[in-house]
């Protein structure tokens, strides 16, 4: 095969979180993972990735801020949320950050879900 695989960079502070993901993720897309914001952004100074996926409630910083920070860095970086929460707290979220994340994803994760969306596409929006 002559297409590469995405290089994905999953930052999430819960470890069960980090193991499924990097499991499932890793049949499809060339992943690392990350259990806080500074080791994210670390990895992100050190290395090229095509996609960065960010849980949002972490407790050292929101995936939002931190969001914004690597959008000052990386600005060609594809971003994707994941959080959860409510309808209302969703859909508040969504147009608070369309600027930042081209798509968000509620946990439970529908890891399958993402993989088929993903995987064949360049994750530039």
């Not at 930052?11 to 993972?33: G, I, R, S």
Request: charged residues 30%; contains cysteine.
């Amino acid at each position: 095969m002559s297409k590469s695989k995405l290089r994905v960079l999953y930052v999430d502070d819960d470890p069960c979180q980090l193991e499924v993901a990097k499991e499932l993720l890793t049949l499809h897309f060339d992943v690392e993972v990350a259990f806080c914001t500074r080791k994210a952004m670390e990895i992100l100074d050190d290395d090229h990735f095509d996609l960065l996926i960010t849980d949002i409630e972490m407790p050292q910083e929101s995936g939002f801020t931190f969001a914004k920070k690597v959008r000052g860095r990386h600005p060609e970086l594809g971003m994707i949320a994941v959080s959860g929460g409510d309808q209302d707290s969703v859909e508040q979220f969504r147009q608070e950050s369309i600027s930042l994340f081209f798509d968000y994803i509620q946990k439970p994760v529908q890891w399958d879900d993402l993989i088929t969306r993903y995987s064949n596409d360049s994750a530039n929006s």
